[in-house]
Structures are given as structure tokens and as C-alpha cells.
């Protein structure tokens, strides 16, 4: 229940949402209260909480290889690939901004076009924030049954060096919502204790994960003319990043961490993951 008083006035709110949602935030210390209304005229309400992370000690790493239409998940034993939704959202927004080119002195004056507009729009953003959402929870739950770290390139600088190079790449980057998947994961991580770490993604494509000469690429086929190792660019990208953290973490927890393919890995960075660390989780509901 969320009570407003505005002057001589008192509303009360009843929050409509899971209840054992709802139950993982009691008792931890909040904020401040932020009610918004949307278009339809639903009422939303944003509650900060304070939460404690302590994660726990790791045994093995999942690392993860972020791409537009698939995401590749590594474990050392065997490489999986799971598919986005981001493409389906890409075409949606692509729509949106066809109707606008096509009807370019019209749309922002005609209802109709308007909010045909915003429902792709509309969409588009709910199709993102879902799945990432679903898929989130689906990759923390299952590190934390099996005790491992989740381990993901940086890609905070990633836009930024791509529009140096090439607007159209820089163009596609900004529709491309991996930030959003990521905040997804690293809030899940916070939620259930569960250590995450960020590595540095350089080079973690065209290098051999074997050992460690550069690749050579026919389409997405990766081939190492050095040691004859072949492999799709997903699993080389994935590997990669698995090898950054062996190199980064293993060495403070243990003699487990070492890479069957390769004896060294190329990493700097990292933090610590046994120390407790107090975050902000905000909570979003509807009424």
C-alpha cells in the first residue's frame, strides 16, 4: 500500500504485483517514493531500496559473448547459443522511422500516424526491456545453482571508439540495446548474491584463444593459421573472454581456474569479489 498526501488530500494506492516479489524488500531500508503516470493512465510507482551484495566464493566462470542476433554463452565444457529478441525490436523501430520518412509533413499533425509511431515505438521498448528481464534472471539463477561468476566484455566505451571509425557502425551500435541487457544481468547479479566481472574486450575476436596468434576470417569462420584452430566468431569471442577471467580472478581463488586450451590469458583489471558492497536496487510496480 502506498499512501499520498497531497494538502488537505489522502490517497491510498494498493500495490498490484507478486507477493513473494514483494516480500524479498521487506525489511530493507528505501528511499523515496516516485508515482508517475503514463499515457493510458496508469499509475507506476519507483521504490530505491538499499541492498547489501555479498556474493559468494566461486568455483568456474560463464562468460558471455553479447551479439546482435545471438548470445554465446561458455562454461569450458561446451558453448551454447541462444537467440535475441533485439532483431525483432530493431524492425519494429526501423518501421517507426519508415512511417515518419514516408509521411514526413504529416505525422507529427495527423493522430493516426502519430500513434502508429509511438505504439511501434511502444513496442519495440517493451520487446527489449522483457526479454531482458527474462533472460537475466535465467543466466544469474543458473550461475548461482552451480556456483560460478558471471564474466562480460566492457563494452562501456564501445560506441565511442566505433564512432571514430564509421557513423554507420556507430548508428547500429546505438540501436543495439546490449547496455540494457547488461544493467539487466548486473542488477539480477546484486539481487541474488551472485559476483559478476567485467573484462577487457580487446582483441577478443580476432585472437586464437589456443595460441594467442591472430586470426584470419572467411565470413564469420575464424581460422588460426598458426595452430589450425577453427571456430565461428561467437565461440572464438566467447572463449576469449572466459581466458580474460581465468587470467584475472582464478589466480586468488585457486588452482581450479586454468584454461584447458591455453596456459596464459591477456587480462588487466578486475575486483574484488569476497568483499560485501551496499547498492541501490530500484523497484518498479503497477498499480
Known amino acids: 500500500m502506498v499512501i499520498v498526501k497531497l494538502r488537505d488530500k ?26 508517475s ?39 569450458v565444457r561446451k558453448i551454447r547459443r541462444m537467440n535475441t529478441r533485439f532483431t525483432k525490436a530493431l524492425y519494429l523501430k526501423y518501421l517507426a522511422e519508415d512511417v ?27 520487446i527489449v526491456v522483457d526479454w531482458c528481464r527474462k533472460f537475466a534472471k535465467y543466466i544469474v539463477l543458473k550461475a548461482r545453482r552451480i556456483r560460478s561468476v558471471i564474466v562480460l566484455e566492457d563494452l562501456e566505451k564501445l560506441w565511442f571508439n566505433s564512432s571514430q571509425k564509421s557513423r554507420t557502425i556507430a548508428d547500429k551500435l546505438s540501436r543495439f540495446a546490449y547496455k540494457k541487457l547488461q544493467l539487466a544481468i548486473l542488477t539480477k547479479c546484486i539481487e541474488y548474491n551472485v ?47 572466459h581466458l580474460k577471467a581465468v587470467k584475472t580472478i582464478a ?17 588487466k583489471g578486475g575486483f574484488r569479489i569476497d568483499e560485501p558492497m551496499t547498492v541501490h536496487i530500484k523497484t518498479y510496480t503497477s498499480i
Open 10 to 35: 489522502e490517497f491510498k494506492i494498493k500495490v498490484l504485483h507478486h507477493r513473494n516479489y514483494i516480500r524479498k524488500f521487506i525489511g530493507h531500508k528505501w528511499y523515496e517514493v516516485i508515482v
Open 37 to 75: 503516470i503514463d499515457r493510458q493512465g496508469r499509475i507506476w510507482i519507483a521504490i530505491p531500496f538499499r541492498w547489501i551484495y555479498k556474493p559468494y566464493r566461486p568455483k568456474r566462470f560463464i562468460s558471455l559473448d553479447i551479439n546482435l542476433k545471438k548470445i554465446a554463452v561458455y562454461n
Open 100 to 126: 515518419q520518412k514516408r509521411h514526413s509533413y504529416v505525422w507529427r499533425r495527423n493522430d493516426k500516424w502519430l500513434e502508429i509511431i509511438r505504439a511501434l515505438h511502444r513496442r519495440s521498448r517493451n
Open 195 to 241: 559476483p559478476i566481472t567485467f573484462v577487457n574486450p580487446k582483441d577478443t575476436s580476432t585472437t586464437c584463444p589456443r595460441c594467442g596468434a591472430k586470426l584470419d576470417y572467411n565470413h564469420r569462420l575464424a581460422i588460426c593459421r598458426n595452430c589450425g584452430f577453427i571456430a565461428d566468431r561467437d565461440t572464438v569471442g566467447a572463449m576469449n573472454i
Open 251 to 267: 589466480p586468488r581463488l585457486g588452482s581450479w581456474g586454468t584454461h584447458p586450451m591455453i596456459n596464459e590469458a591477456r587480462a
